[in-house]
């Protein structure tokens, strides 16, 4: 054993994340799935949803993105690691990039993919901004113009509407047709629709 640790010691991150993976992927063929990914749409009544699945089905509702930033829609793929045995609901804001496609035809997933009516979507996004301030437009997370974000509480409405259809729709767009083109075009990804 301890000549297999030595030899360990020196590799690069990525390959000692591959062996890891393989070896939680061994564990994993000798236990049933408990993972469900819910890939949604913000404003989607996936909170929603993803409550009433873990009261139902007694889980735990975790993430597993990287923390803000341009990779939030992104699987991180530690995160992933440390919860493939466990019996989870992951819901999240992803779209299928090349990565979380290879994630997840490796772990066999079949996500569910919770859309909505992109107009129900602009107004309640709205709604949620005037609620809540400035949180849904953080620059941070969305790669959005700070100036903008301040900005948008001095504009009238229609400029507001304007606002999220230029800069937060393009989002919904891209995930959406992501998710189309690997489960309903190419058929690479077995996942349910919702809506």
């Known amino acids: ?11 690069p991150a990525t390959t000692l994340l ?3 993976f393989g070896f939680k992927r061994r564990c994993l063929s000798k236990e049933p799935n408990h993972v469900i990914l819910i890939a949604c749409y913000p404003k989607s009544a996936s909170v929603c949803l993803t409550y009433l699945i873990t009261e139902i089905l007694q889980l735990k509702s975790l993430k597993v993105s990287a ?16 919860v493939m045995l466990k019996k989870v ?6 779209r299928l ?15 569910i993919i919770l859309v909505r009516n992109i107009f129900d979507v602009v ?3 709205h709604d949620h901004i005037i609620r809540a301030g400035v949180g849904p437009l953080d620059p941070d997370k969305a790669d959005l113009s700070p100036e903008l974000c301040k900005n948008y509480f001095r504009m009238d409405v229609e400029k507001q509407i304007d606002y ?9 767009i891209s995930f959406y047709v992501s998710w189309y083109h690997y489960t309903i075009n190419k058929k690479d990804v077995d996942g349910y629709w919702l809506q």
């Open 164 to 172: 999220i259809l230029d800069m937060i729709i393009p989002w919904y």
């Open 97 to 111: 990039t090349v990565f979380n496609r290879a994630i997840i035809e490796r772990l066999n997933l079949r996500p």
């Open 89 to 94: 609901v992951i819901q999240q804001h992803l």
């Open 1 to 11: 054993m301890r000549k297999a640790i030595n030899q360990l010691i020196g590799l």
């Open 123 to 125: 107004v309640s996004y």
């Open 18 to 20: 591959q062996y890891y």
């Open 67 to 82: 923390s803000g930033g341009i990779l939030q829609d992104n699987i991180y793929l530690p995160k992933m690691i440390d």
